[in-house]
Protein backbone atom coordinates (compact mmCIF):
# COMPACT_ATOMS: atom_id res chain seq x y z
CA UNK A 1 0.00 0.00 0.00
CA UNK A 2 2.71 2.06 0.49
CA UNK A 3 2.88 5.70 2.67
CA UNK A 4 -0.51 7.84 2.77
CA UNK A 5 -0.41 11.78 3.04
CA UNK A 6 -3.45 13.59 4.88
CA UNK A 7 -5.44 16.05 3.91
CA UNK A 8 -5.25 18.86 6.76
CA UNK A 9 -7.87 21.71 6.63
CA UNK A 10 -5.87 24.81 7.56
CA UNK A 11 -7.15 28.25 8.52
CA UNK A 12 -5.79 32.24 8.73
CA UNK A 13 -7.46 34.34 11.19
CA UNK A 14 -7.89 37.85 10.27
CA UNK A 15 -8.57 39.71 12.76
CA UNK A 16 -7.91 42.74 14.79
CA UNK A 17 -6.06 42.93 17.99
CA UNK A 18 -7.77 44.38 21.13
CA UNK A 19 -5.06 47.17 21.16
CA UNK A 20 -2.62 46.92 23.62
CA UNK A 21 -4.98 44.95 25.53
CA UNK A 22 -3.09 41.69 26.42
CA UNK A 23 -6.02 39.74 28.69
CA UNK A 24 -8.56 41.08 26.29
CA UNK A 25 -6.96 39.96 23.23
CA UNK A 26 -5.90 36.55 24.91
CA UNK A 27 -9.38 35.99 25.11
CA UNK A 28 -10.27 37.13 21.29
CA UNK A 29 -7.48 34.65 20.15
CA UNK A 30 -8.89 31.93 22.66
CA UNK A 31 -12.36 32.68 21.25
CA UNK A 32 -10.96 32.27 17.76
CA UNK A 33 -8.94 29.30 17.62
CA UNK A 34 -12.17 27.27 19.39
CA UNK A 35 -14.16 28.90 16.51
CA UNK A 36 -11.70 27.86 13.91
CA UNK A 37 -11.55 24.28 15.69
CA UNK A 38 -15.56 23.56 15.49
CA UNK A 39 -15.07 24.62 11.38
CA UNK A 40 -12.81 21.38 11.26
CA UNK A 41 -9.21 23.57 11.44
CA UNK A 42 -6.33 21.00 12.09
CA UNK A 43 -4.02 23.84 11.41
CA UNK A 44 -4.62 28.08 12.64
CA UNK A 45 -2.25 30.72 11.82
CA UNK A 46 -2.21 34.54 13.21
CA UNK A 47 -1.28 37.75 12.51
CA UNK A 48 2.02 39.18 14.04
CA UNK A 49 1.59 40.57 17.24
CA UNK A 50 -1.58 39.71 17.79
CA UNK A 51 -1.29 40.04 21.59
CA UNK A 52 -0.95 42.83 22.42
CA UNK A 53 -0.60 44.56 19.42
CA UNK A 54 1.57 45.46 16.38
CA UNK A 55 4.21 49.02 16.64
CA UNK A 56 2.35 50.16 13.89
CA UNK A 57 2.14 53.71 15.58
CA UNK A 58 6.07 54.02 14.42
CA UNK A 59 4.23 54.53 10.92
CA UNK A 60 2.76 58.13 12.24
CA UNK A 61 4.77 59.41 14.95
CA UNK A 62 8.38 60.20 16.27
CA UNK A 63 9.88 57.92 18.46
CA UNK A 64 10.56 59.75 21.26
CA UNK A 65 7.85 62.03 20.85
CA UNK A 66 4.76 61.89 23.38
CA UNK A 67 2.67 59.84 21.50
CA UNK A 68 5.22 57.17 20.57
CA UNK A 69 6.77 57.04 23.66
CA UNK A 70 3.36 56.45 25.93
CA UNK A 71 2.16 53.84 23.16
CA UNK A 72 5.44 52.07 23.76
CA UNK A 73 5.51 51.55 27.02
CA UNK A 74 1.78 50.32 26.75
CA UNK A 75 3.23 48.03 24.63
CA UNK A 76 5.60 46.48 27.22
CA UNK A 77 3.39 46.77 29.86
CA UNK A 78 1.02 44.53 28.04
CA UNK A 79 3.72 42.44 26.18
CA UNK A 80 3.93 38.29 26.97
CA UNK A 81 6.18 36.26 29.13
CA UNK A 82 7.16 32.97 27.84
CA UNK A 83 5.62 30.63 29.78
CA UNK A 84 3.10 32.67 31.40
CA UNK A 85 -0.66 32.64 32.19
CA UNK A 86 -1.76 34.21 28.05
CA UNK A 87 0.27 31.12 27.16
CA UNK A 88 -1.16 28.69 29.32
CA UNK A 89 -4.59 29.94 27.94
CA UNK A 90 -3.70 29.80 24.49
CA UNK A 91 -2.64 26.18 25.05
CA UNK A 92 -6.22 25.31 26.40
CA UNK A 93 -7.89 26.86 23.87
CA UNK A 94 -5.63 24.96 21.03
CA UNK A 95 -6.67 21.73 23.51
CA UNK A 96 -10.31 22.17 23.09
CA UNK A 97 -9.97 23.06 19.10
CA UNK A 98 -7.48 19.72 18.88
CA UNK A 99 -5.28 21.92 16.12
CA UNK A 100 -1.60 23.24 15.91
CA UNK A 101 -1.82 26.60 16.03
CA UNK A 102 0.21 29.61 15.46
CA UNK A 103 0.13 32.57 17.18
CA UNK A 104 2.37 35.98 16.79
CA UNK A 105 2.99 37.98 20.11
CA UNK A 106 5.06 40.68 21.58
CA UNK A 107 7.03 38.81 24.14
CA UNK A 108 8.69 40.30 26.77
CA UNK A 109 11.79 39.14 29.20
CA UNK A 110 10.26 37.80 32.57
CA UNK A 111 11.37 39.22 35.98
CA UNK A 112 12.74 42.56 33.34
CA UNK A 113 11.86 46.31 32.25
CA UNK A 114 12.96 46.13 28.80
CA UNK A 115 13.79 44.08 25.58
CA UNK A 116 10.97 42.74 24.18
CA UNK A 117 10.64 40.16 20.76
CA UNK A 118 8.75 39.72 17.70
CA UNK A 119 7.46 36.43 18.18
CA UNK A 120 5.40 33.39 16.91
CA UNK A 121 4.02 30.93 19.48
CA UNK A 122 3.75 27.21 18.23
CA UNK A 123 1.18 24.78 20.14
CA UNK A 124 0.07 21.47 19.79
CA UNK A 125 -3.25 19.80 19.28
CA UNK A 126 -2.79 18.61 23.00
CA UNK A 127 -2.00 21.53 24.24
CA UNK A 128 2.11 21.51 24.33
CA UNK A 129 3.90 24.13 24.14
CA UNK A 130 5.89 23.37 21.11
CA UNK A 131 8.19 25.98 20.61
CA UNK A 132 8.86 29.88 19.42
CA UNK A 133 10.66 31.92 16.74
CA UNK A 134 11.65 35.41 17.74
CA UNK A 135 12.21 37.46 14.15
CA UNK A 136 15.69 37.31 13.70
CA UNK A 137 15.77 41.56 12.21
CA UNK A 138 13.02 43.51 13.12
CA UNK A 139 11.70 45.88 9.93
CA UNK A 140 11.96 49.33 10.20
CA UNK A 141 9.93 50.49 13.24
CA UNK A 142 9.89 47.30 14.99
CA UNK A 143 13.72 47.68 15.33
CA UNK A 144 12.74 50.55 18.39
CA UNK A 145 10.87 48.22 20.60
CA UNK A 146 12.18 44.63 19.51
CA UNK A 147 15.61 42.89 19.56
CA UNK A 148 15.99 40.38 17.14
CA UNK A 149 15.78 37.02 17.78
CA UNK A 150 18.85 34.23 17.22
CA UNK A 151 19.20 30.99 15.44
CA UNK A 152 18.13 28.86 18.33
CA UNK A 153 14.28 29.69 17.59
CA UNK A 154 14.45 29.13 13.98
CA UNK A 155 13.30 26.01 12.38
CA UNK A 156 10.89 23.71 11.48
CA UNK A 157 8.41 21.99 14.30
CA UNK A 158 7.93 18.29 14.19
CA UNK A 159 4.10 17.70 13.94
CA UNK A 160 1.91 14.63 13.00
CA UNK A 161 1.65 15.42 9.42
CA UNK A 162 5.34 16.52 9.32
CA UNK A 163 7.51 19.58 9.73
CA UNK A 164 5.78 23.18 9.62
CA UNK A 165 7.56 26.07 9.85
CA UNK A 166 6.90 30.05 10.28
CA UNK A 167 8.28 33.29 9.80
CA UNK A 168 7.31 36.91 10.36
CA UNK A 169 6.07 39.56 7.83
CA UNK A 170 9.30 40.49 5.74
CA UNK A 171 11.30 37.64 6.57
CA UNK A 172 9.44 35.52 4.46
CA UNK A 173 11.25 37.12 1.57
CA UNK A 174 14.79 36.42 2.97
CA UNK A 175 16.02 33.59 0.57
CA UNK A 176 18.41 32.05 3.01
CA UNK A 177 15.53 31.49 5.34
CA UNK A 178 13.16 30.39 2.88
CA UNK A 179 15.96 28.02 1.99
CA UNK A 180 16.57 26.62 5.22
CA UNK A 181 13.07 26.51 5.80
CA UNK A 182 13.06 24.53 3.05
CA UNK A 183 16.06 22.48 3.13
CA UNK A 184 14.48 21.46 6.86
CA UNK A 185 11.17 19.64 4.40
CA UNK A 186 8.53 21.98 5.72
CA UNK A 187 5.02 20.86 4.10
CA UNK A 188 3.30 23.39 6.23
CA UNK A 189 4.21 27.29 6.33
CA UNK A 190 2.67 30.10 8.03
CA UNK A 191 3.14 33.49 7.95
CA UNK A 192 2.21 36.24 10.26
CA UNK A 193 1.48 39.55 9.12
CA UNK A 194 0.78 42.96 10.73
CA UNK A 195 -2.27 44.71 10.46
CA UNK A 196 -0.37 47.68 8.59
CA UNK A 197 2.12 48.33 6.36
CA UNK A 198 4.42 51.73 6.24
CA UNK A 199 2.89 55.00 3.88
CA UNK A 200 5.41 54.67 1.58
CA UNK A 201 4.71 50.65 0.87
CA UNK A 202 3.05 48.81 -1.64
CA UNK A 203 -0.52 47.56 -0.60
CA UNK A 204 -0.15 45.23 1.89
CA UNK A 205 -2.17 42.31 0.30
CA UNK A 206 -0.27 42.65 -2.61
CA UNK A 207 3.12 42.12 -1.45
CA UNK A 208 1.02 39.19 1.12
CA UNK A 209 0.21 37.67 -2.43
CA UNK A 210 3.49 37.85 -3.58
CA UNK A 211 5.69 36.49 -1.04
CA UNK A 212 3.29 33.46 -0.36
CA UNK A 213 3.42 32.26 -3.79
CA UNK A 214 6.93 33.04 -3.86
CA UNK A 215 7.10 30.89 -0.59
CA UNK A 216 5.53 28.18 -1.89
CA UNK A 217 7.04 27.96 -5.30
CA UNK A 218 10.78 27.61 -3.61
CA UNK A 219 9.61 25.33 -0.95
CA UNK A 220 6.69 23.28 -2.14
CA UNK A 221 4.94 23.78 1.26
CA UNK A 222 1.32 25.22 1.54
CA UNK A 223 1.42 28.40 3.06
CA UNK A 224 -1.01 29.47 5.60
CA UNK A 225 -0.74 34.07 5.59
CA UNK A 226 -2.49 35.51 8.14
CA UNK A 227 -3.10 39.25 8.22
CA UNK A 228 -4.42 41.27 10.61
CA UNK A 229 -7.04 44.03 10.42
CA UNK A 230 -7.83 47.88 12.08
CA UNK A 231 -10.63 48.39 13.89
CA UNK A 232 -12.14 51.36 15.75
CA UNK A 233 -10.08 51.25 18.88
CA UNK A 234 -6.58 50.74 17.20
CA UNK A 235 -7.58 54.09 14.82
CA UNK A 236 -8.84 55.77 18.58
CA UNK A 237 -5.44 54.86 20.79
CA UNK A 238 -3.33 56.04 17.72
CA UNK A 239 -4.08 59.59 17.94
CA UNK A 240 -3.61 60.16 13.97
CA UNK A 241 -4.35 63.28 12.10
CA UNK A 242 -7.13 63.60 9.82
CA UNK A 243 -4.58 62.96 6.69
CA UNK A 244 -3.19 59.70 8.68
CA UNK A 245 -6.60 58.47 10.21
CA UNK A 246 -8.15 58.60 6.06
CA UNK A 247 -4.99 56.90 4.69
CA UNK A 248 -5.47 53.57 7.53
CA UNK A 249 -8.93 53.85 7.02
CA UNK A 250 -8.06 52.89 3.12
CA UNK A 251 -9.38 49.43 3.18
CA UNK A 252 -7.14 48.62 -0.25
CA UNK A 253 -4.17 49.10 2.75
CA UNK A 254 -5.03 46.60 5.09
CA UNK A 255 -5.74 42.83 5.00
CA UNK A 256 -5.06 40.49 2.19
CA UNK A 257 -4.77 36.84 4.20
CA UNK A 258 -4.46 34.35 1.44
CA UNK A 259 -3.68 30.26 1.51
CA UNK A 260 -1.42 28.77 -1.11
CA UNK A 261 -0.59 25.59 -2.13
CA UNK A 262 2.40 23.94 -3.69
CA UNK A 263 2.08 24.65 -7.19
CA UNK A 264 1.46 28.44 -5.82
CA UNK A 265 -2.01 28.15 -7.03
CA UNK A 266 -4.59 30.27 -4.33
CA UNK A 267 -6.94 28.00 -2.32
CA UNK A 268 -8.32 30.16 -0.59
CA UNK A 269 -8.16 34.17 -0.61
CA UNK A 270 -7.29 36.97 -0.39
CA UNK A 271 -9.59 38.48 1.70
CA UNK A 272 -10.33 42.07 2.01
CA UNK A 273 -9.92 44.22 4.90
CA UNK A 274 -12.73 42.50 7.20
CA UNK A 275 -12.21 40.72 10.75
CA UNK A 276 -12.72 36.86 8.96
CA UNK A 277 -11.66 33.43 9.42
CA UNK A 278 -10.26 31.81 5.94
CA UNK A 279 -10.25 28.51 5.27
CA UNK A 280 -8.69 25.79 3.05
CA UNK A 281 -7.87 21.62 2.69
CA UNK A 282 -4.10 20.88 2.23
CA UNK A 283 -3.49 17.95 0.46
CA UNK A 284 -0.15 17.23 1.30
CA UNK A 285 0.67 14.63 -1.96
CA UNK A 286 0.55 18.17 -4.08
CA UNK A 287 3.85 18.48 -2.06
CA UNK A 288 5.43 15.62 -3.85
CA UNK A 289 3.78 16.10 -7.31
CA UNK A 290 5.69 19.46 -7.13
CA UNK A 291 8.96 18.11 -5.78
CA UNK A 292 9.19 15.81 -8.78
CA UNK A 293 9.90 18.90 -11.11
CA UNK A 294 11.59 21.12 -8.44
CA UNK A 295 13.07 19.93 -5.01
CA UNK A 296 15.74 22.77 -4.29
CA UNK A 297 16.85 21.16 -1.55
CA UNK A 298 17.01 17.50 -2.59
CA UNK A 299 17.62 16.16 -5.79
CA UNK A 300 17.32 19.72 -7.70
CA UNK A 301 20.49 21.03 -6.19
CA UNK A 302 24.53 20.92 -5.80
CA UNK A 303 25.33 20.47 -2.79
CA UNK A 304 29.36 20.60 -3.67
CA UNK A 305 28.25 23.95 -5.39
CA UNK A 306 25.91 25.55 -3.35
CA UNK A 307 25.99 25.15 0.46
CA UNK A 308 24.44 26.70 3.15
CA UNK A 309 25.06 26.71 7.40
CA UNK A 310 22.18 28.06 10.12
CA UNK A 311 23.95 29.14 13.62
CA UNK A 312 21.18 27.47 16.10
CA UNK A 313 23.20 28.86 18.86
CA UNK A 314 22.86 31.80 21.63
CA UNK A 315 25.29 33.92 22.44
CA UNK A 316 25.71 34.22 26.07
CA UNK A 317 25.49 37.90 27.11
CA UNK A 318 26.34 37.71 30.99
CA UNK A 319 27.62 34.73 32.76
CA UNK A 320 28.42 34.18 36.80
CA UNK A 321 31.13 32.19 38.11
CA UNK A 322 30.13 29.38 40.62
CA UNK A 323 30.43 29.10 44.19
CA UNK A 324 32.40 26.11 43.15
CA UNK A 325 35.07 27.53 41.20
CA UNK A 326 38.31 28.91 42.72
CA UNK A 327 38.27 32.66 42.87
CA UNK A 328 39.74 34.82 40.26
CA UNK A 329 43.17 36.43 41.14
CA UNK A 330 43.08 40.05 40.64
CA UNK A 331 45.93 41.68 38.71
CA UNK A 332 48.64 42.11 41.51
CA UNK A 333 48.55 38.04 42.63
CA UNK A 334 48.41 37.64 38.78
CA UNK A 335 51.81 39.39 37.87
CA UNK A 336 53.67 37.51 40.89
CA UNK A 337 52.74 34.46 39.70
CA UNK A 338 54.05 34.72 36.15
CA UNK A 339 56.90 35.85 38.23
CA UNK A 340 57.15 32.98 40.27
CA UNK A 341 56.06 30.68 37.37
CA UNK A 342 59.11 32.11 35.12
CA UNK A 343 61.66 31.72 37.92
CA UNK A 344 60.19 28.43 39.05
CA UNK A 345 60.05 29.56 42.49
CA UNK A 346 58.46 27.61 45.45
CA UNK A 347 54.68 29.50 46.65
CA UNK A 348 55.24 31.38 49.24
CA UNK A 349 54.40 29.98 52.68
CA UNK A 350 51.94 32.10 55.15
Not at 152 to 176: H, V
Not at 182 to 198: D, I
Not at 246 to 254: A, C, G, K, S, V
Not at 271 to 292: F, N, P, R
Request: glycine content about 10%; aromatic content about 8%; overall charge negative.
Amino acid sequence: MGDSYPTVRGAAVQAASVFLDREASTEKACALIRDAGRNGAQVIGFPEGFIPAHPIWFHFHSATGRIGTRLSVELFKNSVEIPGREIDALCAAARDARAYVVVGVCEKVGGTLGTMYNTQVFIGPDGALLGTHQKLMPTVGERLVHAGGYGDTFGAIATDFGPMSGLICGENSNPLAVFALTAEATRVHVMSWPNHFPTISDPMRSRVEIDSKAFAQMSKAFVISACGAVDERTIELLELTPEDEQFIRNPELTGGSIIVGPDSRTLAGPLGAEEEILYADLDLETGIKMKLRHDFAGHYNRPDVFQMRVNTRRPELYGRAGDDEPPALDDTALYLDRIRRAHELPEASD
